[in-house]
């Protein structure tokens, strides 16, 4: 008998010193790519990389002093390499019969372009298929310094990304 108000007892002093677990910090942020349209998708078998520290979550921006920083609170559904590679494979035909494309993705983030102007978002990628290698870059403007418009900035150069690939895996040739 005694037991039982000793634990309640136990669990009233010990519920007093819980910390409070409301945050004002706004909740993270999940960030949707679509996946690119691609007319005439060619067959493709595509192997995809990124450079190490591009590797996460994160939609990062690159600031004017070369410091590599992200937006707080704002992720991709999935790290960047697995998320691209997925709207890649989609985008284009993926099969085991297709043409063997091996892609490193060397920057896919927002540029800080200085005081009061919207960041441009660039993408600079590598492709290598039957000893034919390739460079590709595209920037974006972006419409403001808002999140949305870095979204769409990035939606913008992946677009251009499954285009560009298209063409390598349909001519051979760099785009």
Known sequence: ????????????????????????LPPDRIYWLEVPEVADSPAVNLELAV????????????????????????Y??????PLLESLLRRALTSERSGLDVQ??????????RGEGLAP??????RFEADGV?????????????????VVAGHQQVLEALAAALAQFARTGRCP
Request: aromatic share 10%; net charge negative; glycine share 4%.
């Open 120 to 125: 441009e978002v660039e993408l600079r990628a």
């Open 1 to 24: 008998m005694k037991l039982v108000p000793i634990s309640v007892l136990i669990f009233v002093l010990l519920g007093g010193c819980m910390p409070d677990l409301k945050s004002d």
């Open 103 to 112: 892609v490193l993705i060397e920057r896919f983030f927002a540029v800080e």
């Open 76 to 81: 991709w559904p999935d790290n960047l390499s």
């Open 133 to 149: 290698h390739c460079r590709f870059e595209t920037v974006e403007a972006v419409a403001d310094n808002r999140l949305r418009d």
């Open 51 to 74: 450079v190490p520290g591009l590797d996460s979550d994160r939609i990062w921006l690159l600031q004017l002093d070369q410091r590599l920083n992200f937006y707080a609170g704002a």
